[in-house]
């Protein structure tokens, strides 16, 4: 004899639309607690089929299927077996369909599929060398592409996310630095953004590919017009930089530092940006590079004002190794 529960997985692919309707929102209340989602466990094998084929549906429904689905995703076991059963390639199909209108929540399917590796291989299409790098360069286009299509809608606003997942791993971060597809360029000019969430995601992903610094400085300093503002403009105070300073440094620096402007508040910002930087001046041509923009002047000032104790932290951290490498013994701090 059926349970109750999978009587209602059942309703999920009703005839009729008002039982299907009726069922998937009691289904989306239901993966709202705890104790639901724990229940639904064994049965996610018919139930994510059943609501992924409702996300094509009018948004009565589809926004329910796709607010369930996103609880489920929640669960590492589930968003598993979730990646298992394909749904990279479901959400993507979907995503992208002109009539498409639950875009917000599919984004944030992917958010938390991502948040595993199998989800991070899938999203990068690892293993399809005629596909590969297709989903990501698609969402870079629409994250970097879209604006608010309703006052305090930004449907692509999560993808800031997504690339901070993605470029926890080196295959991530290899493909975010291919220069022929140029994704970095783009992701790094989103940090103007007025949203937090896009600016936090962007800080982020530079950050994880200055990991990549050791084997990859030439990709990294080839779109320097825009890294290093990203990087050092969020850690330079508001002070309003004297003219000797800013002519030691590139018009993008030079100009944005010469004027009164707010500090980035965001502590978390700034430590991702400090982050970055040393990474990249651990290597002896990221160095040369950093010096070349004036960039330690910019951190003595960012420095002498700064009170968050990480940020200090983050700031010195980057000082001992200029000092170092200003000082006596700079072959110590090259890369090997």
Request: with cysteine; hydrophobic share 40%.
């Amino acid at each position: 004899m059926a349970t109750e529960l999978e009587e209602l997985i059942e309703f999920l692919s009703h005839d009729s639309p008002p039982i299907k309707k009726a069922a998937v929102n009691i289904f989306r209340d239901y993966t709202g607690s705890e104790d639901g989602l724990q229940s639904l466990g064994k049965y996610s094998a018919v139930a994510v089929p059943s609501l992924c084929r409702l996300l094509a549906e009018k948004k009565e429904v589809s926004e329910p299927a796709a607010e369930a689905l996103v609880n489920l995703s929640q669960v590492p076991d589930l968003a598993a077996k979730m990646v298992e059963m394909g749904i990279v390639k479901i959400v993507m199909d979907i995503l992208y369909k002109i009539d498409c209108d639950i875009k917000h929540l599919l984004v944030m399917l992917i958010v938390n599929i991502t948040q595993l590796d199998a989800g991070i291989e899938s999203l990068l299409q690892n293993g399809d060398e005629k596909m590969q790098g297709l989903y990501i360069m698609k969402l870079v286009r629409s994250f970097c592409g879209s604006s608010s299509e309703r006052k305090g809608d930004d449907p692509f606003e999560h993808v800031a996310s997504i690339l901070v997942n993605i470029s926890q791993k080196e295959a991530g971060r290899k493909l975010l630095l291919e220069p022929k597809r140029g994704l970095l360029k783009q992701i790094i000019r989103q940090f103007d953004s007025p949203s937090p969430l896009r600016k936090k995601g962007v800080s982020g992903t530079i950050r994880n590919c200055c990991f990549e610094a050791e084997n990859q400085l030439q990709n990294l300093l080839l779109v320097s017009e825009f890294l290093w503002p990203a990087l050092l403009l969020p850690v330079a105070g508001n002070k309003i930089y004297s003219e000797q300073d800013t002519s030691k440094m590139p018009p993008e620096l030079g100009n944005a530092l010469s004027i009164e402007r707010e500090a980035v508040d965001d502590p978390e910002i700034c430590v991702q940006a400090l982050d970055a930087i040393y990474l990249l001046v651990l290597q002896e041509a990221g160095r040369r590079a950093f010096w070349s923009i004036n960039g330690p002047r910019i951190l003595q000032v960012g420095y002498e004002n700064e009170e968050n104790p990480q940020v200090i932290e983050a700031f010195e951290r980057v000082g001992s190794l200029l000092i170092q490498e200003n000082g006596v013994d700079t072959d110590s701090t090259q890369a090997t």
